[in-house]
């Protein structure tokens, strides 16, 4: 990882470090005794978190609106999953992205790849929490979570889905709230 991009805390697992690096959308692999690249995978988007490795898969979602499943021994894809409703792109931070972008990351629960994609409950058709299963990519349950047409809120508040929450039986999106002076 060179030029100065900004890099995600590492994950170890299996002998190997994973990170991303957000502006070159690279996900990559390294050696953890030599640091010698295994293998880099480049996505449609930024990767904005660390990528999730669960029973040598490794998960992440991009700023391109899509979940990505690679083979964490090797770096090959194993299934991509759409998570936006239509393929769109706006311009954000410089760069084309998803105006649902997924936000977060993947995290696993009870054995599901968890993730939420889009940027507030009242913008483009609101945010939907995904739940899939993260061998096959095939989706297990989805909720869209849309105040599009609800008066109010969206100026005087700005909402940021941050990160999934579960207890074992069910799963909650926790929020960053902004609220302007």
């Not at 990559?28 to 005794?33: Q, Y």
């Not at 996505?43 to 029973?55: D, L, N, Y």
């Not at 083979?71 to 239509?86: M, S």
């Not at 739940?131 to 989805?142: E, F, N, Y």
Request: proline residues 6%; aromatic residues 10%; charged residues 20%.
């Amino acid at each position: 990882l060179r030029g100065g991009d900004r890099v995600t805390s590492p994950v170890v697992a299996a002998g190997e470090v994973f990170v991303a690096a957000t502006e070159t959308h690279c996900v990559s692999a390294f050696d953890a005794g030599t640091g010698e690249t295994c293998w880099t995978y480049r996505a449609g988007g930024r990767v904005q978190t660390a990528p999730t490795i669960f029973k040598g898969l490794c998960l992440f979602g991009s700023q391109d609106g899509w979940v990505y499943c690679l083979r964490a021994g090797d770096g090959q894809l194993v299934w991509r999953f759409r998570a936006a409703p239509v393929e769109r792109r706006i311009l954000a931070f410089g760069q084309l992205e998803s105006p649902w972008p997924i936000v977060g990351g993947v995290s696993i629960i009870n054995d599901l790849a968890c993730f939420v994609a889009g940027r507030h409950p009242a913008a483009d058709g609101g945010i939907s929490v995904h739940v899939l299963d993260p061998v096959t990519g095939k989706t297990v349950w989805k909720k869209n979570i849309d105040q599009t047409n609800k008066p109010g809120g969206f100026a005087a508040r700005f909402v940021i889905p941050e990160i999934l929450v579960g207890d074992g039986k069910s799963i909650g999106v926790a929020y960053r709230t902004h609220v302007d002076p």
